[in-house]
């Protein structure tokens, strides 16, 4: 009937922006709970425009041009002080911004803006270290940390799995199992590394993810509730 139909054309009308209003929430809930990452990628970015525009400003082809004409105490410096939070090119910088959208909101998502924050800074600068240590003008950028950060995400996802064999659990299997694929993805380059190591990029690479994998491991037990030293308390 008429009346009828303008009834049921009130409520699809009205429920439209109820779910519209529903979805933005969701949106802004899940952007809180990674911001963290966000927040640091846009660092990233922020940081390297800077390094396009002094570039520009004395007249190098590039960032990486600039960064090579430096002497070698001045490499040494920037490499041990904000080695991992500068890039040599656009094609650096997206490759690990990269690792850092994938594996660094799921692990915020899994843990909270804290876990990242101090991951990255005791990451990327060990890693940025070792080569330093080793007699190398040292590697700049965090690749250091996005090897790091895939060795956690494995030994991670891995953990979830397990976690819901034993619970029987099918909801969120698919995703950890994506994390897994893409977490061995990238420790076999560091497999392939110990094979072919050439220069303080590959050491750092390594390094970053022996470490990460070490820290990622101690992160992986607090969330379980296995204290090990001084515990990280897992947010409720």
Same mark, same amino acid.
């Given at each position: 009937?008429?009346g009828?139909?303008?009834?049921?054309?009130?409520?699809?009308?009205?429920?439209l922006?109820?779910?519209f209003?529903?979805?933005?929430?969701?949106?802004?809930g899940?952007?809180?709970?990674?911001?963290?990452?966000?927040?640091l990628i846009?660092?990233l970015?922020?940081?390297f425009?800077a390094?396009?525009?002094?570039?520009?400003?004395f007249?190098?082809?590039?960032?990486?041009?600039?960064?090579n004409?430096?002497p070698r105490?001045a490499k040494?410096f920037?490499?041990?002080?904000?080695?991992?939070f500068?890039?040599?090119?656009?094609r650096?910088?997206t490759?690990?911004?990269?690792v850092?959208?994938?594996?660094?909101?799921?692990?915020?998502?899994?843990y909270?803006?804290?876990?990242?924050?101090? =991951?990255?800074?005791?990451?990327g600068? !060990?890693?940025?270290w070792?080569?330093? /240590?080793?007699?190398?003008?040292? *590697?700049? $950028?965090?690749?250091?940390?996005?090897?790091?950060?895939?060795?956690w995400?494995l030994?991670h996802s891995?953990?979830?799995?397990?976690?819901?064999g034993?619970?029987?659990?099918?909801?969120?299997?698919?995703?950890?199992?994506?994390?897994?694929?893409?977490?061995?993805?990238?420790?076999?380059?560091v497999?392939a590394?110990?094979?072919m190591m050439?220069?303080?990029?590959?050491?750092?690479h390594? =390094?970053?993810?022996?470490?990460?994998l !070490?820290?990622?491991?101690r992160f992986? /037990?607090?969330?379980?509730?296995? *204290?090990? $030293?001084t515990?990280?308390?897992?947010?409720?």
């Amino acid at each position: 009937m008429p009346g009828d139909r303008e009834e049921t054309s009130s409520h699809s009308d009205s429920a439209l922006p109820s779910l519209f209003i529903r979805f933005l929430h969701s949106a802004s809930g899940i952007r809180n709970e990674v911001i963290g990452t966000i927040t640091l990628i846009a660092f990233l970015v922020a940081i390297f425009q800077a390094e396009v525009l002094t570039a520009t400003a004395f007249e190098y082809t590039s960032s990486r041009a600039l960064l090579n004409s430096f002497p070698r105490d001045a490499k040494i410096f920037i490499a041990a002080t904000i080695g991992p939070f500068i890039h040599q090119g656009p094609r650096h910088l997206t490759d690990n911004l990269g690792v850092l959208l994938v594996a660094g909101i799921y692990l915020e998502y899994q843990y909270n803006r804290r876990f990242i924050y101090i =991951f990255y800074l005791i990451v990327g600068y !060990l890693a940025a270290w070792v080569p330093l /240590l080793m007699g190398s003008v040292g *590697s700049v $950028g965090a690749n250091g940390v996005t090897f790091g950060l895939t060795s956690w995400l494995l030994v991670h996802s891995i953990s979830c799995l397990l976690e819901m064999g034993y619970e029987g659990a099918l909801d969120l299997r698919v995703l950890h199992f994506i994390a897994v694929f893409f977490g061995l993805v990238k420790a076999r380059e560091v497999v392939a590394l110990l094979g072919m190591m050439d220069g303080a990029d590959d050491v750092t690479h390594f =390094f970053g993810a022996f470490i990460g994998l !070490l820290l990622g491991l101690r992160f992986v /037990l607090n969330y379980y509730g296995f *204290s090990i $030293g001084t515990r990280i308390q897992r947010p409720e």
